[in-house]
């Protein structure tokens, strides 16, 4: 590093450090704020995103004409605009949350133990959290409204192409939080784009108590590399569904058609159909004439190809890929066994889904199949917290650590265990 | 590194991948393994430590010679030590957890989502869990145990120093998971010394799901540091008691006493006392008379040396110390707040009491005080998995993540989304 790369490096070293600092402190306020204060706050901010609608749009625009003239992808664009719609959701979003129960205090399992204390515990705030996410401007203020209701301080780390939208929306928050007696540092937005402040937020540890990066792979492969923080994790979705031999063939076909087609780009699509070989001949030439008008390319095994002549083969990493496009592996197999087999192989513990009518197996294969959901005669795409009824959703783990599948309000939480007790002394 | 020294880390890093492999391969058994079998192999494993009393207590006693030799300090020496009792302890142990509920297949919160499908939660084994402990070789049986029934495969890997121990309950282990039909992989004990088989061990993210690290807080940094997989932490446990205003006298000295003196190297002992101004003139010399009668050195603030002349000054250090020994940091503070912030600033986050009989206080006290034990009119040394009747414990955790406080087989599973439908599609 030269002189003035040394002292940019400081510069940002200093300002991080002081965001962090300003969060600890901010987390002990809101960690205790009572409910009608946070709700007061999401419900001003919502207010204030509606009024601020115009500037919002304009700010967006600002970033759209910039990522227009540095030639970012369609699909970016499409992810960075924020449309009038899009700001009603924003605000419909927060009023959601609000309308939540309050999860922080909740005391459960309060039991008397044989040395006469009583040991429950308590619902209780992370702390710190510290969000990277890319392009969408609107997890500035989904994420926003799950940190502050779950009682946390959040750090937010939008991409630099979204700059001016998230400061824009990051005004709003002020305004809500300033409405609500609340301190400003409850919300604190990033606003320099030197990824330099990505590497010291997540080492922060003594300021940060969990990370959740919002991305694509690379950039959460890279943070989890990094972090020295903890780091809930949302990975690939290599979905599958099962249509197992004793499956309802309606129920198998719908399943099977809107867990592909109903949106490609979604972590919960399905990207592999196994299908058990004796439903195979009866199912497949239907499903892939519907997949083939959808405009669906099919990648098959053998025995899948001698029934649908014409497709692609499908190769060792067609079982192991993430799509996330028009693009469906299909594999027949023996049985369940060789299904679950085929899951724990290739899959990647997302969600992975079962179309059967037999009582036996539908048990067996929630059971034994590793995923972060797993279901009987439904389709992978309702593995979402709002279809959960977690409210909203601030990722999906991938991990099996603290929060697993969709993370609401409650993943952003702990349990501490509280004591009570009337002089006891351990003997 | 020379010829010979590549040639030995290749070879231990080819045996930690296969039994990282087996690992992998004995937890898809033992996760769908019945309460019965988990519960028979746990029986067995008892009887099969008890028959073997002597041959555990002779392989014992190598351990203990070397360790003499080898100029081991006497506390390790201490730790390492398997007497009869212990063995009987162990066997007592794994009845115990025999015992207890099986959390695993467990499913919660089913309920009616307006799209139709059924939404729950089902408590499922994390995998493969890597235990890496010093000394203490009852640690091996009383681990197994606890993974085993939770239904993951366990490697574990003990001090060098207790290798011979731990290699004769490894076998009693063994003898148990064959006696009921379970595979041998599902307790696998680490056979070298070799310390670049725990660099190994922490990095291989691929077979091993989580670690729980047993020993000093070096061993853990250590390993927090190297390591790629999740790691369960259990640091530092500076603990306070704080008497209040409106304590009963009676019940403060019992428990400021106790929480001192029951066990001096536990990591739930009180390390500070902190005292309100107007209880401290009545208190302290009481308490300062029974400290000194018990062996415990005192270092305290100015306050506390008006009223406890020719005690230490207590400096900044000592408010962060974790004595581990008979020395108390004592100081006097205005109030419920200033003893707050106390323990915020200098605190573990580990467990912290407070002595009243004020309604509001407690109930402040117990939500504001951000450790994974907050008690209220009870010795700190309370904090334990028996004593909160989790039954056996792996360790405490200090992370906020996953698991807080006393970890027992909970803390060793997770939850996977259980969805039940009926050909539900996403609209």
Chains 1, 2 share one sequence.
Not at 269 to 297: D, F, H
Not at 354 to 380: G, K, P, Q, W
């Amino acid at each position: 590093m030269n002189n003035t790369q040394t002292e940019t490096a400081t510069a940002i070293g200093q300002y991080m450090t002081n965001v962090g600092q300003r969060a600890r402190a901010a987390s002990r306020i809101i960690g205790r704020a009572d409910t009608r204060a946070k709700d007061a706050a999401l419900l001003a901010i919502a207010a204030a995103l509606e009024t601020a609608e115009e500037r919002l749009i304009a700010a967006n625009r600002l970033d759209m004409d910039a990522g227009r003239a540095a030639g970012l992808e369609p699909a970016l664009l499409d992810r960075l605009e924020l449309t009038v719609k899009g700001v009603k959701a924003m605000a419909q979003g927060l009023r959601e949350v609000a309308a939540q129960t309050d999860p922080i205090g909740e005391i459960t399992d309060l039991k008397y133990r044989p040395s006469g204390i009583q040991v429950g515990r308590m619902r209780v705030p992370l702390g710190v959290i510290g969000i990277i996410y890319e392009s969408r401007p609107n997890v500035t203020a989904d994420a926003a409204a799950l940190c502050l209701k779950a009682g946390n301080a959040a750090i937010l780390r939008g991409g630099s192409e979204a700059l001016h939208s998230n400061q824009a929306i990051a005004a709003c928050i002020q305004q809500g939080l300033a409405a609500a007696g609340l301190p400003a540092d409850t919300v604190q937005v990033i606003e320099t784009t030197d990824r330099a402040a990505v590497g010291e937020l997540v080492r922060m540890a003594e300021y940060v108590d969990v990370l959740v990066p919002r991305g694509g792979k690379s950039l959460i492969e890279r943070i989890s590399r990094e972090a020295r923080v903890p780091v809930i994790k949302h990975l690939d979705g290599v979905c599958h569904v099962y249509i197992d031999e004793f499956a309802d063939p309606e129920k198998a076909i719908k399943i099977a058609y809107n867990a592909k087609t109903q949106r490609y780009g979604t972590c919960n699509t399905m990207e592999t159909l196994l299908i058990q070989e004796r439903m195979a001949a009866g199912l497949l030439p239907v499903l892939g004439a519907m997949y083939a008008e959808a405009g669906v390319e099919l990648r098959g095994c053998s025995q899948t190809r001698d029934l649908l002549p014409g497709i692609k083969a499908a190769t060792e990493d067609d079982w192991y890929a993430e799509y996330l496009a028009p693009i469906l592996a299909v594999r027949v197999v023996k049985d369940m066994d060789e299904a679950m087999q085929h899951i724990a192989t290739y899959g990647s513990a997302h969600t992975d889904a079962i179309v059967t009518e037999d009582y036996s197996r539908a048990r067996r294969f929630l059971r034994e199949v590793d995923s972060s959901s797993v279901m009987v005669n439904a389709s992978t795409r309702f593995a979402d917290g709002g279809e959960y009824g977690l409210g909203a959703e601030i990722g999906i783990s991938t991990d099996k650590l603290h929060a697993r599948g969709p993370v609401g309000v409650e993943g952003l939480t702990t349990l501490k265990f509280v004591v009570l007790g009337d002089g006891q002394i351990r003997q």
